[in-house]
């Protein structure tokens, strides 16, 4: 699976932006998905996740109630909405896939589980 992920741009706090991430060579709702995020000079970190077929999301704290993961009724395209932007979420932002299909009462939130990664989309959110 390839992903090409779209959509970072500078933001003021309080601003809204959607992510895309772009499938070619399967469909997300064979695989798990999930967005994570790398600020300068810290580790990467999962923000939100989706299991096969969608039938479960799951978002990191500090984003819970802000980010809205969704995908596409074609399934080539999974979405991160994101409302009330703040300094703290500047970083880049890599869309993921992978994992076991069978699995779809969770998602994960560990880069170890997902084998296909795009090339990350800069976020800056700036006063």
């Known amino acids: 699976l390839q992903l090409v992920e779209s959509g970072g741009a500078l933001v003021h706090p309080g601003g809204s932006l959607r992510l895309s991430c772009v499938a070619s060579g399967g469909f997300f709702g064979d695989y798990h998905v999930a967005w994570f995020r790398q600020a300068p000079q810290t580790e990467r970190e999962a923000v939100a996740c989706?299991?096969?077929?969608?039938?479960?999301?799951n978002y990191v704290d500090s984003v819970r109630g802000r980010f809205r993961m969704v995908g596409d009724s074609a399934g080539r395209t999974v979405y991160l909405h994101m409302a009330n932007l703040k300094p703290d979420d500047t970083g880049v932002y890599f869309c993921a896939a992978g994992g076991d299909s069978t699995i779809t009462q969770q998602c994960f939130m560990t880069e170890g589980r997902y084998g296909s990664w795009g090339q990350g989309t800069q976020v800056t959110v700036f006063a």
């Open positions: 989706k299991g096969p077929r969608g039938y479960v999301t």
